[in-house]
């Protein structure tokens, strides 16, 4: 898939990528935020809506989205990791409360390289990151 993300498992060393946190509770995301820039990555953005994250994700082409399940004006973020996936082949890791939100089909069409449950134990999010390389260089066909 030419110009798109390769997914190689498991890395030896995670790359830094670009980040779209999607949540809706602030301290949550902003805790997000600091594990993920501890862990060297640049976070894009923090969207509280599904609506918000597919416009940041047209702007700022994260390599990968973090996502919760319930958003804040009654979204989904499976919506916004589907469109994520299918329109723009960003992966995501879905970290929720709310696994049982996610039907099957849902799963199959986003995708996520992992759905982690809130609340995430301590290095829970950079286990999960680690075991998996995104590159955008093209890939030979």
Not at 24 to 39: H, K, P, S, T, V
Not at 74 to 82: E, K, P, T, V
């Amino acid at each position: 898939m030419a110009g798109g993300h390769a997914f190689i498992f498991p890395s030896e060393e995670a790359a830094a990528l670009k980040v779209l946190v999607i949540e809706d509770n602030i301290f949550i995301a902003l805790d997000l935020e600091g594990q993920l820039e501890e862990m060297g990555h640049d976070v894009v953005g923090i969207a509280a809506t599904a609506t918000k994250a597919i416009e940041m994700a047209l702007k700022s082409v994260p390599d990968l989205a973090i996502v919760d399940l319930q958003l804040a004006d009654g979204s989904r973020g499976q919506d916004a990791a589907f469109v994520l996936r299918a329109e723009m082949d960003i992966p995501s890791i879905i970290v929720s409360g709310s696994m049982h939100q996610v039907t099957d089909e849902e799963r199959a069409a986003i995708r996520p390289l992992v759905m982690l449950s809130k609340p995430l134990l301590s290095g829970e999010l950079g286990r999960a990151i680690e075991t998996v390389k995104i590159s955008d260089s093209p890939k030979d066909e």
